[in-house]
């Protein structure tokens, strides 16, 4: 700061603390309610520490699911364990090599190839869901994990990420491997593929969590409960608005669907602000 | 920008592209033209058979005082989500940015909620506004106020603008705070010596710097409330009470859900593209983009 003055400081972290107060207690209360049983939530009187019923919760959900959504939770977490790593995984690879292809080769065609997949940055899945899913269902793709994965792997970030990236490697280093008498395939293995390293980290933290955190589409196209993700999961549980919404096992998958996303956050921290800020470019 | 060298030959370079190429043209452009397609057209009651009929769908859809709703809805939300979320993350940048010990710890315990989806966030805040069991129930309805989302248009929507504001800040903050740190000091210092107080400092100097962040970020966040708030929306209020928080992208779910109106969702989908690609195109022309082609 250009000054020191002590008050600006104060209201600095005061600031901060408030901020960070207001953006964890939600997050607090649900951590709360994951520790207790149906009657105490409901009666509207939930004390902010914790109970004692969290090993019940977490086991009952993980393993048996609640009265609504009579499937576990710990199945609906591998779902979107896979949807979120296959579309991650996914769009990393086919990227990689769009953009290989696009930089370091002259083909015919390679503007317009590259502007077919540059427009699709511009149309979220939600505006083309119903033809989407007549397509996949005709494919017979529903209810199958290349059902939810494949349409979301169809956009444009990865490639611009990577073509981007490419970008900033000198020639020199394709000129020396060329003198070297190395192909393209040794070239991409041993001179692109390592550097791309942070790259391909930060795009897989961001897209991991896009993947995650999916809802209309799988919403869409799972039928049977066994398919569900754990982020659908948790409205079967609330939809009812009877009083016998189980709030503490709606509130300990909310726990648990919070956990992976953001423990890559928090872990990766690094990777994510560098993936977030350049795909973004 | 282009490369100087190359590889030569073309058979690879096909070969190397094609699965990204299939991918987007079966799940992209055949959808897409799918939908422009069905936006013509009338479907019988049974699905069977369908007729071309020009812009009647679209007509209807201008004859109907819910797409009307829709749009108002809409354009409510956004700007409140927008305003509130890019206000709060400026304050709490700005105060970040600040020369104070422990910023990264700072940092990370504010950007976190990027993480969680918004269907969650959604599920977290009614939780906690829950008209009889919310932790935070209590005290607005101790002052008088006879507090119920379920049933009231406006607290419904005031729920959905404080979720979607929530999961919105850090997203804006991390991109605020780089903004900020991209600002030279000596500006700043040149302005103190000149005697301005730091109130002065930020409206005068630093917010006009900001602006390219904040334009873009305007944008970036319109286009968060028109799609990714679907989550909040369904888990939260389903739209209602009676409608009165559909948006126009739940509108084209819900009028599309069990084969209902596919042309009217159909016309619907088709202004939402318009209006991305529109959204899109001002980004593109006003915001210094680094993508070269």
């Known amino acids: ?281 | 920008m282009e490369k100087r060298a190359h590889i030569s030959g073309w058979t690879l370079p096909l070969l190397l592209i094609l699965p990204q190429m299939a991918i987007t043209v079966i799940f992209f452009y055949w959808p897409a033209s799918q939908a422009i397609w069905q936006s013509f057209l009338r479907e019988d009651a049974f699905g069977l058979a369908s007729e071309f009929v020009g812009f009647e769908n679209y007509a209807a859809l201008f004859e109907q005082p819910e797409y009307y709703r829709a749009m108002i809805t809409t354009a409510i939300f956004s700007s409140l989500v927008a305003f509130f979320s890019l206000a709060c993350a400026l304050l709490l940048a700005s105060q970040a940015d600040k020369n104070i010990r422990g910023g990264h710890a700072f940092k990370t315990l504010l950007v976190w909620p990027y993480a969680v989806a918004p269907a969650i966030a959604g599920v977290l805040w009614l939780f906690m506004f829950h008209p009889t069991l919310g932790t935070l129930s209590k005290p607005i309805k101790a002052t008088g106020i006879d507090w119920n989302p379920m049933l009231n248009a406006n607290h419904a929507m005031t729920l959905l603008v404080l979720s979607a504001t929530w999961k919105q800040i850090s997203y804006n903050f991390l991109f605020f705070l780089a903004g900020l740190q991209a600002i030279p000091k000596s500006v700043i210092e040149a302005a103190a010596i000149d005697g301005a107080g730091p109130l002065r400092r930020f409206w005068t100097v630093i917010f006009p710097l900001l602006s390219p962040t904040t334009f873009f970020l305007l944008v970036v966040n319109i286009v968060y409330v028109f799609f990714d708030t679907f989550g909040i929306i369904d888990a939260v209020t389903g739209g209602g009470p009676a409608g009165q928080t559909t948006t126009l992208v739940y509108k084209v779910y819900a009028d599309g859900r069990l084969g209902g109106d596919l042309g009217g969702s159909a016309a619907q989908s088709v202004i939402l593209m318009i209006i991305v690609i529109a959204l899109t195109a001002i980004q593109f022309r006003y915001v210094e983009r680094k993508v070269q082609y």
Not at chain 1, 136 to 148: E, F, P, Q, S
Not at chain 1, 242 to 254: I, K
């Open chain 1, 1 to 281: 700061m250009v000054e020191n003055r002590p008050f600006a400081q104060f209201m600095a972290y005061l600031t901060l603390a408030l901020g960070i107060l207001v953006v964890a207690f939600p997050v607090y209360l649900a951590v709360m309610a994951s520790t207790f049983d149906t009657a105490t939530i409901i009666n509207g009187n939930m004390p902010l520490v914790p109970g004692d019923q969290a090993a019940e919760n977490y086991n009952r959900t993980l393993l048996y699911g609640g009265m609504h959504a009579r499937q576990p939770v710990g199945g609906m977490m591998f779902n979107s364990m896979i949807m979120a790593l296959g579309i991650a995984i996914g769009k990393i690879l086919i990227s990689i090599l769009s953009a290989y292809a696009v930089v370091y080769f002259k083909f015919p065609f390679r503007k317009t190839a590259f502007w077919i997949i540059f427009i699709t940055l511009m149309l979220p899945v939600e505006v083309r869901i119903y033809p989407t899913y007549k397509i996949v269902a005709d494919l017979g793709l529903l209810d199958t994990y290349t059902g939810l994965i494949m349409p979301l792997i169809a956009s444009a970030t990865g490639t611009l990420l990577f073509r981007q990236f490419f970008m900033t490697i000198p020639d020199e280093l394709l000129e020396a491997s060329k003198i070297d008498g190395a192909g393209a395939f040794r070239f991409f293995k041993d001179t692109l593929l390592p550097l791309s390293m942070t790259t391909i980290a930060a795009l897989f933290v961001i897209q991991f969590i896009y993947g995650w955190n999916q809802y209309l589409w799988p919403l869409l196209i799972t039928t049977k409960s066994s398919m569900q993700t754990i982020v659908i999961g948790i409205k079967m549980m609330i939809t009812t608005t009877d009083a016998l919404t189980e709030w503490n096992v709606a509130m300990t998958t909310a726990v648990l669907a919070m956990l992976p996303p953001v423990l890559v956050v928090i872990l990766m921290q690094r990777l994510f602000v560098k993936g977030l800020v350049e795909t973004e470019k």
